[in-house]
Antibody
Framework: EAQLLESGGGLVQPGGSLRLSCTAS????????ITWVRQAPGKGLEWVSG????????YYADPVKGRFTISRDNSKNTVFLQMNSLRVEDMAVYYC??????????WGLGTMVTVSS | DVVMTQSPLSLPVTLGQPASISCRSS???????????LTWFQQRPGQSPRRLIY???KWDSGVPDRFSGSGSGTDFTLKISRVEAEDVGVYYC?????????FGQGTKLEIK
Protein backbone atom coordinates (compact mmCIF):
# COMPACT_ATOMS: atom_id res chain seq x y z
CA GLU A 1 0.00 0.00 0.00
CA ALA A 2 1.34 3.41 -0.97
CA GLN A 3 1.94 5.60 2.09
CA LEU A 4 3.57 8.84 3.20
CA LEU A 5 4.71 9.49 6.75
CA GLU A 6 5.74 12.86 8.12
CA SER A 7 8.07 13.37 11.06
CA GLY A 8 10.18 16.06 12.67
CA GLY A 9 7.51 18.34 14.10
CA GLY A 10 7.70 19.75 17.59
CA LEU A 11 7.93 22.85 19.74
CA VAL A 12 10.32 25.58 18.66
CA GLN A 13 10.83 29.19 19.72
CA PRO A 14 10.21 32.04 17.29
CA GLY A 15 13.28 32.45 15.13
CA GLY A 16 14.22 28.80 15.50
CA SER A 17 14.54 26.00 12.96
CA LEU A 18 13.06 22.57 12.30
CA ARG A 19 13.51 20.00 9.57
CA LEU A 20 10.50 17.97 8.57
CA SER A 21 10.75 14.66 6.75
CA CYS A 22 8.25 12.91 4.51
CA THR A 23 9.09 9.25 3.97
CA ALA A 24 7.36 7.19 1.32
CA SER A 25 6.68 3.48 1.01
CA UNK A 26 4.75 1.20 -1.31
CA UNK A 27 5.45 3.04 -4.56
CA UNK A 28 8.35 4.11 -6.77
CA UNK A 29 9.18 7.33 -4.96
CA UNK A 30 11.58 8.67 -7.57
CA UNK A 31 8.76 8.85 -10.14
CA UNK A 32 6.67 11.32 -8.15
CA UNK A 33 6.66 14.95 -7.14
CA ILE A 34 5.83 15.79 -3.53
CA THR A 35 4.01 18.78 -2.03
CA TRP A 36 3.84 20.20 1.49
CA VAL A 37 0.52 21.62 2.68
CA ARG A 38 -0.12 23.09 6.13
CA GLN A 39 -3.18 23.71 8.25
CA ALA A 40 -3.14 26.15 11.14
CA PRO A 41 -5.35 25.20 14.11
CA GLY A 42 -8.99 25.57 13.12
CA LYS A 43 -8.11 26.98 9.69
CA GLY A 44 -8.12 25.82 6.10
CA LEU A 45 -5.49 24.20 3.92
CA GLU A 46 -2.52 26.26 2.71
CA TRP A 47 -0.10 25.15 -0.01
CA VAL A 48 3.51 25.59 1.19
CA SER A 49 6.05 24.07 -1.19
CA GLY A 50 6.55 21.46 -3.88
CA UNK A 51 9.39 19.55 -5.52
CA UNK A 52 9.46 17.59 -8.76
CA UNK A 53 10.46 13.95 -9.03
CA UNK A 54 14.22 14.45 -9.46
CA UNK A 55 14.54 17.47 -7.19
CA UNK A 56 15.52 19.79 -10.00
CA UNK A 57 12.48 22.06 -9.64
CA UNK A 58 11.24 23.55 -6.40
CA TYR A 59 8.34 25.87 -5.65
CA TYR A 60 7.41 27.97 -2.63
CA ALA A 61 4.50 30.01 -1.33
CA ASP A 62 5.37 33.68 -0.77
CA PRO A 63 5.00 33.52 3.06
CA VAL A 64 7.80 30.93 3.30
CA LYS A 65 10.07 31.94 0.42
CA GLY A 66 13.60 32.57 1.63
CA ARG A 67 12.97 30.83 4.96
CA PHE A 68 11.96 27.29 3.95
CA THR A 69 13.90 24.92 1.69
CA ILE A 70 12.49 21.75 0.16
CA SER A 71 14.78 18.94 -0.96
CA ARG A 72 14.69 15.20 -1.53
CA ASP A 73 16.83 12.11 -1.28
CA ASN A 74 15.46 9.51 -3.65
CA SER A 75 17.84 6.88 -2.26
CA LYS A 76 16.05 7.28 1.08
CA ASN A 77 12.52 7.77 -0.33
CA THR A 78 12.35 11.01 1.63
CA VAL A 79 11.50 14.66 1.04
CA PHE A 80 12.69 17.26 3.53
CA LEU A 81 11.38 20.67 4.48
CA GLN A 82 14.00 22.78 6.23
CA MET A 83 12.22 25.56 8.07
CA ASN A 84 14.29 28.49 9.36
CA SER A 85 13.37 31.78 11.03
CA LEU A 86 10.10 30.26 12.21
CA ARG A 87 7.27 32.60 13.11
CA VAL A 88 4.17 32.17 15.24
CA GLU A 89 2.13 32.21 12.03
CA ASP A 90 3.99 29.08 10.80
CA MET A 91 2.37 27.05 13.58
CA ALA A 92 0.31 24.33 11.88
CA VAL A 93 -0.05 20.68 11.05
CA TYR A 94 2.23 20.03 8.09
CA TYR A 95 1.12 17.38 5.61
CA CYS A 96 3.00 15.96 2.68
CA UNK A 97 1.04 14.80 -0.36
CA UNK A 98 1.95 13.09 -3.60
CA UNK A 99 1.97 15.14 -6.78
CA UNK A 100 2.21 18.76 -7.88
CA UNK A 101 -0.71 19.49 -10.20
CA UNK A 102 -3.53 17.05 -9.39
CA UNK A 103 -1.82 16.54 -6.06
CA UNK A 104 -3.09 14.58 -3.14
CA UNK A 105 -3.98 11.06 -4.21
CA UNK A 106 -1.91 10.12 -1.15
CA TRP A 107 -1.53 12.20 2.04
CA GLY A 108 0.41 11.60 5.21
CA LEU A 109 -1.07 11.87 8.69
CA GLY A 110 0.66 15.18 9.32
CA THR A 111 3.16 16.47 11.87
CA MET A 112 2.47 19.35 14.24
CA VAL A 113 4.78 22.35 14.38
CA THR A 114 4.31 24.61 17.40
CA VAL A 115 6.08 27.97 17.43
CA SER A 116 5.97 29.54 20.86
CA SER A 117 8.21 31.13 23.43
CA ASP B 1 -2.05 34.58 -6.98
CA VAL B 2 -5.21 32.84 -8.16
CA VAL B 3 -7.98 33.33 -5.63
CA MET B 4 -10.34 30.39 -5.15
CA THR B 5 -13.74 31.38 -3.77
CA GLN B 6 -16.08 28.71 -2.43
CA SER B 7 -19.75 29.05 -1.59
CA PRO B 8 -21.48 28.42 0.63
CA LEU B 9 -19.01 28.25 3.52
CA SER B 10 -21.54 26.38 5.65
CA LEU B 11 -23.87 23.75 4.22
CA PRO B 12 -26.50 22.10 6.44
CA VAL B 13 -28.10 19.22 4.56
CA THR B 14 -30.79 16.67 5.39
CA LEU B 15 -29.73 13.04 5.04
CA GLY B 16 -30.62 11.70 1.61
CA GLN B 17 -30.90 15.16 0.08
CA PRO B 18 -28.54 16.57 -2.58
CA ALA B 19 -25.81 19.11 -1.89
CA SER B 20 -23.82 21.41 -4.12
CA ILE B 21 -20.65 23.45 -3.55
CA SER B 22 -19.45 26.16 -5.90
CA CYS B 23 -15.82 27.07 -6.51
CA ARG B 24 -14.82 30.06 -8.60
CA SER B 25 -11.29 31.02 -9.61
CA SER B 26 -10.00 34.52 -10.30
CA UNK B 27 -8.29 33.28 -13.49
CA UNK B 28 -8.96 30.55 -15.98
CA UNK B 29 -7.65 27.17 -14.82
CA UNK B 30 -7.04 25.87 -18.33
CA UNK B 31 -3.36 24.87 -18.47
CA UNK B 32 -1.19 25.31 -21.53
CA UNK B 33 -1.23 21.50 -21.85
CA UNK B 34 -5.00 21.66 -22.37
CA UNK B 35 -5.94 20.16 -19.00
CA UNK B 36 -7.87 21.95 -16.26
CA UNK B 37 -6.32 21.19 -12.89
CA LEU B 38 -9.20 21.67 -10.48
CA THR B 39 -9.26 19.24 -7.56
CA TRP B 40 -11.77 18.61 -4.77
CA PHE B 41 -10.79 17.33 -1.33
CA GLN B 42 -12.81 16.09 1.61
CA GLN B 43 -11.48 16.45 5.15
CA ARG B 44 -13.43 14.55 7.77
CA PRO B 45 -13.07 15.68 11.40
CA GLY B 46 -9.66 14.73 12.78
CA GLN B 47 -8.44 13.24 9.51
CA SER B 48 -6.04 14.13 6.73
CA PRO B 49 -7.55 15.48 3.52
CA ARG B 50 -8.71 12.96 0.94
CA ARG B 51 -8.81 13.63 -2.78
CA LEU B 52 -12.25 13.03 -4.28
CA ILE B 53 -12.13 14.52 -7.77
CA TYR B 54 -9.27 15.70 -9.99
CA UNK B 55 -9.13 17.40 -13.39
CA UNK B 56 -12.62 18.80 -12.72
CA UNK B 57 -14.56 15.55 -13.01
CA LYS B 58 -12.35 12.46 -12.63
CA TRP B 59 -13.12 10.24 -9.64
CA ASP B 60 -10.45 8.87 -7.37
CA SER B 61 -10.49 5.17 -6.62
CA GLY B 62 -12.97 4.29 -3.92
CA VAL B 63 -14.93 7.53 -4.12
CA PRO B 64 -18.68 6.86 -4.16
CA ASP B 65 -20.40 7.76 -7.40
CA ARG B 66 -22.81 10.04 -5.53
CA PHE B 67 -19.96 12.59 -5.74
CA SER B 68 -19.51 14.37 -9.06
CA GLY B 69 -17.52 17.31 -10.32
CA SER B 70 -18.25 19.63 -13.20
CA GLY B 71 -17.36 23.01 -14.63
CA SER B 72 -14.89 24.76 -16.87
CA GLY B 73 -12.71 27.84 -17.08
CA THR B 74 -13.32 29.64 -13.79
CA ASP B 75 -16.54 28.10 -12.53
CA PHE B 76 -16.70 24.66 -10.91
CA THR B 77 -19.14 22.61 -8.85
CA LEU B 78 -19.00 19.59 -6.56
CA LYS B 79 -22.31 17.78 -6.20
CA ILE B 80 -23.39 15.06 -3.82
CA SER B 81 -26.51 13.36 -5.12
CA ARG B 82 -27.70 12.02 -1.76
CA VAL B 83 -25.87 13.06 1.40
CA GLU B 84 -24.93 10.34 3.85
CA ALA B 85 -23.73 10.69 7.46
CA GLU B 86 -20.13 9.85 6.46
CA ASP B 87 -20.04 12.92 4.20
CA VAL B 88 -19.78 15.28 7.17
CA GLY B 89 -16.61 17.34 6.99
CA VAL B 90 -14.99 20.22 5.17
CA TYR B 91 -14.66 20.30 1.39
CA TYR B 92 -11.91 22.22 -0.40
CA CYS B 93 -11.27 23.03 -4.01
CA UNK B 94 -7.71 23.60 -5.19
CA UNK B 95 -6.18 24.81 -8.43
CA UNK B 96 -3.06 23.09 -9.76
CA UNK B 97 -2.66 25.13 -12.94
CA UNK B 98 -0.89 28.25 -11.69
CA UNK B 99 1.93 28.86 -9.19
CA UNK B 100 1.48 29.06 -6.29
CA UNK B 101 -1.20 26.43 -5.87
CA UNK B 102 -4.17 27.83 -3.98
CA PHE B 103 -7.08 26.36 -2.04
CA GLY B 104 -10.60 27.61 -1.47
CA GLN B 105 -11.60 28.61 2.06
CA GLY B 106 -13.44 25.35 2.66
CA THR B 107 -17.14 24.46 2.90
CA LYS B 108 -18.32 22.80 6.09
CA LEU B 109 -21.01 20.22 5.43
CA GLU B 110 -23.15 19.20 8.39
CA ILE B 111 -26.30 17.14 8.78
CA LYS B 112 -29.43 19.12 9.59
Amino acid sequence: EAQLLESGGGLVQPGGSLRLSCTASGFTFSNYAITWVRQAPGKGLEWVSGINSNGGLTYYADPVKGRFTISRDNSKNTVFLQMNSLRVEDMAVYYCARGLTSLGDIWGLGTMVTVSS
Amino acid sequence: DVVMTQSPLSLPVTLGQPASISCRSSQSLVHSDGNTYLTWFQQRPGQSPRRLIYKVSKWDSGVPDRFSGSGSGTDFTLKISRVEAEDVGVYYCMQGTHWPRTFGQGTKLEIK
